[in-house]
């Protein structure tokens, strides 16, 4: 017979290792089912605004993150060719005083790694790669590719842009290649030191149709990073990512700022990655199976707040939960879509669009956003 479980989620990403955290915070019984065979500290920054430094305060994670990561007092955007500036969005000691927490950026692996130690031992199950998914009704049968099999009360898909539980509410549908890539590398700060440039701790640099946004990964600044958005017509390479290098790079930002051009000098390795998205979906849940971040709204990374949507999603759906208890979760979801579609889309669009700080611009309504003092619409 197989295992049952309450409540199962699917994918521990930075979404669905959020859900299980707070779930369980919540008294919920909760286990999670993650394909990779183990997390590395893959190469990555992340921005983490205070709209989700406020829900790390929640799981008791914000003085780690605060610790760990490195406090920008201002996004700066750039002309990529002039370097003139566009923009000076305050964050610091600002953000801390007018949106109720820090901005930092970190290194994802890092925070990622925290999350999960914030998960019950034992309930995060790795190496189970869910291969079909059957709403039965009373339950739901969720069977993986290494043959074992569990059902759960529900399944919360937050298995990412190629999402099984997607597949299965909505068809088999690939995501929308975007027609730009990304470029990621992570440079040591040592690296740095040969330039007499200043590098900024949060810039992103501006054309009009690639950019390259570059700050630090860590409180201590020995680790910069820089992600871009450069045109590409076809996604015509095999895999999640390819190997790009500092040719290709100068090429592409070819007549950029020369702080830009020595950050690429200043590389030991860089990827080259794919921007996919989606368009809004028709539904995020149906029947037992209700979906969370990438899974329901993905989209292009240009807001740094992909992640944050997912962390948003996953403390509203245990806010939902709590508030109509376990058997009455098709209420508690209907209330979580009612509560979540109109910010997570409007985040999409907005992102979709690459327009947000580029100009000067109250970012309020991201950053100043408190999940927790939201009254709950319920209709
Ligand atoms: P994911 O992080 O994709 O996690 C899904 C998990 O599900 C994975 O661990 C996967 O292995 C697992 N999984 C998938 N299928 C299965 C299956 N069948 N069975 C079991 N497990 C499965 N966001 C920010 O907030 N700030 C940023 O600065 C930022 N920068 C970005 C830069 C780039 C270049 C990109 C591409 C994205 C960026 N994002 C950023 C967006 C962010 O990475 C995503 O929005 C976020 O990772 C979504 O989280 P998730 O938990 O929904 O999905």
């Given at each position: 017979m197989e295992k049952t479980v309450k409540i199962a989620i699917v994918g521990a990403g930075l979404g669905g290792a959020a859900a299980a955290t707070l779930l369980q915070q919540a008294g919920f019984e909760v286990e999670v089912f993650e394909q990779a065979p183990e997390f590395s500290r893959l190469g990555a920054g992340i921005h983490v605004g205070p709209n989700v430094m406020k829900i790390f305060r929640r799981m008791g994670l914000e003085k780690a993150l605060d610790d760990m990561g490195s406090h920008p007092d201002f996004w700066f955007s750039r002309d990529g060719e002039t370097g003139d500036y566009l923009s000076r969005i305050p964050l610091g000691e600002f953000a801390k005083k007018e949106y109720g927490a820090s901005y930092i950026t970190v290194h994802r692996g890092d925070m990622h790694a925290l999350q999960i130690d914030s998960?019950?031992?034992?309930t995060v199950h790795f190496g189970k790669r869910l291969q079909n998914l059957v709403d039965r009704g009373d339950d739901v049968l969720l069977e993986f590719a290494d043959g074992t099999s569990v059902t759960a009360d529900i399944v919360i898909g937050a298995d990412g842009i190629h999402s099984k539980i997607r597949e299965t509410l909505l068809g088999v549908e690939d995501p929308i290649y975007s027609g730009w890539v990304a470029h990621r590398a992570l440079i040591r700060g040592e690296n740095l030191a040969?330039?007499?440039?200043?590098?900024?701790d949060c810039v992103k640099w501006w054309t009009d149709d690639r950019h390259m946004m570059v700050y630090y990964t860590t409180g201590k600044r020995d680790e910069y990073y820089f992600v871009t958005g450069v045109p590409h017509p076809a996604w015509d390479f095999q895999g999640a990512y390819v190997d790009s290098s500092q040719e290709e790079m100068l090429a592409a930002f070819e007549g950029y700022h020369s702080t830009v051009q020595n950050l690429i000098k200043s590389t030991e390795s860089i990827t080259k990655w794919p921007l996919r998205n989606r368009n809004?979906?028709?539904?995020?849940?149906?029947g037992r199976l209700v979906m969370l971040g990438d899974a329901c709204h993905p989209m292009k990374p240009h807001m740094a707040q992909g992640a944050c949507m997912a962390i948003e999603d996953a403390a509203m759906l245990t806010r939902c939960l709590q508030e109509t208890g376990l058997s009455d979760f098709r209420t508690a979801f209907d209330l979580y879509e009612l509560n979540r579609k109109e910010r997570a889309t409007r985040v999409q669009s907005v992102s979709n669009a690459n327009t947000f700080l580029r100009t000067q611009e109250d970012p309020a309504w991201v950053y100043g956003y408190d999940l927790y003092g939201q009254d709950l619409k319920s209709s």
């Open positions: 998960i019950k031992p034992g040969r330039f007499a440039d200043e590098f900024e809004p979906l028709p539904l995020w849940s149906r």
